[in-house]
């Protein structure tokens, strides 16, 4: 079992920059391979990038390509999302997850934290 938690979030102007970090409890963190979801009021969950456990493979959704950095340092078991260039429509809580798949942790299942909070002001 995995548990996670979510930090870094804030309030900022667009344009911007924040880092997200996810800690994770849990001997086996450099085995799961990790991602970010995000929920804005009155809308779905929706993926925002993801990692292997080795770091070697990502993904990004459309919409954050180019802005937002996704990373891990399994020493350290945090993973990290790099946030540049933000607008307000990136304003939403924002979750951490891990499965020991890939492609499952970009379809969201498995762990997750409780999120952490990004407004992005105009």
């Known amino acids: 079992q995995v548990q996670l938690v979510e930090s870094g979030g804030g309030l900022v102007q667009a344009g911007g920059s924040l880092r997200l970090s996810c800690a994770a409890v849990?001997?086996?963190?450099?085995?799961?391979?990790m991602g970010w979801f995000r929920q804005a009021p009155g809308k779905e969950r929706e993926f925002v990038a993801a990692?292997?456990?080795?770091?070697?493979?990502?993904y990004y959704a459309d919409f954050v390509k180019g802005r937002f950095t996704i990373s891990r340092d399994n020493a350290k078991n945090t993973v990290y999302l790099q946030m540049n260039s933000l607008k307000p429509e990136d304003t939403a809580v924002y979750y951490c997850?891990?499965?020991?798949?890939?492609?499952?942790?970009?379809?969201?299942?498995?762990?997750w934290g409780q999120g952490t909070q990004v407004t992005v002001s105009s």
């Open positions: 990692m292997s456990w080795s770091g070697s493979l990502t």
């Open positions: 849990g001997r086996t963190f450099s085995s799961y391979a």
């Open positions: 997850g891990a499965h020991l798949e890939l492609l499952r942790v970009r379809n969201g299942e498995g762990y």
